[in-house]
């Protein structure tokens, strides 16, 4: 083995020197719809989670392929003042999840 990497030929002035009516014309509404609203987790990912923290601006992901594991990092962070969080799954996206258990008044139970 010589160590040297094979260049990688790539065409690019053939695409730049093709004519406009080559390509096809996309609206900017259909590409941010096409990029922000279909994205594609791969199979071996559950979910992924975003913190960010309010105080200090630092933000972290989470990848878990898991759910036990995903569903103790969400509850952990509800707990969190100063955390906002955004879970992605194949489903959807989700901002903010609150705790059911939490309530603003005390229970009598």
Known sequence: MTGKRKEFHNNWQRFKDAPDEMFE???F???????VDHWELPSSVFCLIRESNTKTGKVQEHVYQRPGFAFKKILSLQEKSDTEFL???????YGNLQNPNQNDEPTDD
Do not use: I, P, Q
């Open 29 to 35: 509404e259909e590409l941010m719809s096409w990029r």
């Open 87 to 93: 879970v992605c799954d194949a489903a959807g996206l």
């Open 25 to 27: 014309e996309h609206e």
